[in-house]
């Protein structure tokens, strides 16, 4: 079944910095989203993009779904920001799965 | 506001015991989704609902049943609670695949 690889598995910034989040996945995927969970556990959706490139806020996430891969990147990162960013998938044959997520920490 | 509850937030239960969570949305969401989420596992869907009458089982659904009585709830139940199903649950309502799915706060529970 579908297997979804995040890289890295924590990022430690400065305030300012911008932050790159990397998710594979085996199998070709007909929805990716991705989702922020707080460092207190509640889970926000950031945003879908099942092909191509979105925008929204300070988000950017591209995906190129011929070569299993999306990105999220965080732009001009704040404090608040910090916290596990999780990418997940799904598809036809197979249904929604997430992978152990980026630990992303935000320093003043 | 969109907004997702979960009750209990916190549950102690013994082995053997029948244990239930309940999922509130007042969104109008058709969908209603079940996950847990374990260290080193991420999250995993144990249900899911496309509205009022209807479950379906999600990749992990062994041990776990649902229930969808109306559009705002969907309960997972736990007939017979294993410690191995010791984890956070959390509840979900929306579109996946869209922008729009909430989460509710989660559920923490303790099998002994």
């Known amino acids: 079944g579908q297997q979804v690889q995040q890289s890295p598995s924590s990022l430690v910034l400065q305030e300012g910095e911008n932050a790159e989040l990397q998710c594979n996945f085996s199998s070709t995927a007909t929805q990716l989203q991705w989702f922020y969970q707080s460092p207190g556990g509640s889970l926000v959706s950031l945003l879908s993009?099942?092909?191509g490139t979105k925008h929204t806020g300070r988000l950017t996430s591209t995906t190129v779904t011929k070569e299993r891969r999306s990105s999220l990147h965080i732009s001009s990162s704040q404090t608040t920001d910090s916290g596990t960013y999780l990418c997940a998938t799904s598809s036809n044959t197979d249904k929604v799965v997430f992978g152990t997520g980026t630990r992303l920490q935000v320093s003043p | 506001e969109a907004a997702v509850t979960q009750s209990p937030r916190n549950k102690v239960a013994v082995t053997g015991g029948k244990v239930t969570l309940s999922c509130n949305q007042t969104?109008?969401?058709?969908?209603m989704y079940w996950y847990r989420q374990d260290t080193g596992h991420g999250l995993r869907l144990i249900h899911y609902s496309y509205g009022a009458g209807s479950t379906e089982k999600g990749d992990i659904p062994d041990g776990y049943k649902a229930s969808r009585p109306s559009q705002e709830n969907f309960s997972l139940i736990l007939e017979l609670a294993t410690p191995s199903q010791t984890s956070v649950y959390f509840c979900a309502s929306g579109d996946w695949g869209q922008d729009t799915q909430y989460f509710g706060p989660g559920t923490r529970l303790l099998v002994l």
């Open positions: 969104n109008n969401h058709n969908n």
């Open positions: 993009n099942p092909s």
